[in-house]
T-cell receptor
Framework: EDQVTQSPEALRLQEGESSSLNCSYTVSGLRGLFWYRQDPGKGPEFLFTLYSAGEEKEKERLKATLTKKESFLHITAPKPEDSATYLCAVQALSNSGYALNFGKGTSLLVTP | ETGVTQTPRHLVMGMTNKKSLKCEQHLGHNAMYWYKQSAKKPLELMFVYSLEERVENNSVPSRFSPECPNSSHLFLHLHTLQPEDSALYLC??????????????FGPGTRLTVT
């Protein structure tokens, strides 16, 4: 069965304190791995898509990387406005191709 | 309007009511999705429409009835709901092509409370 596990569940950082969020996955074949950011009371906002091991994508203070078993979202020198829940989702070859299997998310709080 | 819009943003309904959620996408996409988001649980895919045909229905109870009249609009008709159906209902859209189903872009959601 396809599974997506995110860790930690919650993370508190001081402004400027870099860290990484983890998304480990078990799928029979990966079509793509997606990262989203979700603010309270809002829908998820698309950040990155990664398709193959070794791929990296960057956007401002965020960098996503992918291996055959996990993905990391690295946050460099975070600011309070980076506080949000970060969601990881995988699209597997085993299903119809439309479904995304989401993790439960990591809730990030960045304090001044 | 830009992106994906949803109305209403908040809805409180009794267990015997009938209501509908509306979603509109302004991205020119050809696939639309309904998701349910409950506290402490991952997003759950409910329905998928691609080129206005339902292509996925993930064992959703019949009290939820989707409708996709065209590629820009999606509805979720609700009737005789249960309190456990209270959740954030999210609509999303993507562009499906030979290369795959593309990234999904989400609306702001409808916060539903069933009393």
């Amino acid at each position: 069965e396809d599974q997506v596990t995110q860790s930690p569940e919650a993370l508190r950082l001081q402004e400027g304190e870099s860290s990484s969020l983890n998304c480990s996955y078990t799928v029979s074949g990966l079509r793509g791995l997606f990262w989203y950011r979700q603010d309270p009371g809002k829908g998820p906002e698309f950040l990155f898509t990664l398709y193959s091991a070794g791929e990296e994508k960057e956007k401002e203070r965020l960098k996503a990387t992918l291996t055959k078993k996990e993905s990391f979202l690295h946050i460099t020198a975070p600011k309070p406005e980076d506080s949000a829940t970060y969601l990881c989702a995988v699209q597997a070859l085993s299903n119809s191709g439309y479904a995304l299997n989401f993790g439960k998310g990591t809730s990030l709080l960045v304090t001044p | 309007e830009t992106g994906v819009t949803q109305t209403p943003r908040h809805l409180v309904m009794g267990m015997t009511n009938k209501k509908s959620l509306k979603c509109e996408q302004h991205l020119g996409h050809n696939a639309m999705y309904w998701y349910k988001q409950s506290a402490k649980k991952p997003l759950e895919l409910m329905f998928v429409y691609s080129l206005e045909e339902r292509v996925e229905n993930n064992s959703v109870p019949s009290r939820f009835s989707p409708e996709c009249p065209n590629s820009s609009h999606l509805f979720l008709h609700l009737h005789t709901l249960q309190p456990e159906d209270s959740a954030l209902y999210l609509c999303a859209s993507s562009q499906v092509s030979g290369a795959g189903v593309g990234e999904q872009y989400f609306g702001p959601g409808t916060r539903l409370t069933v009393t």
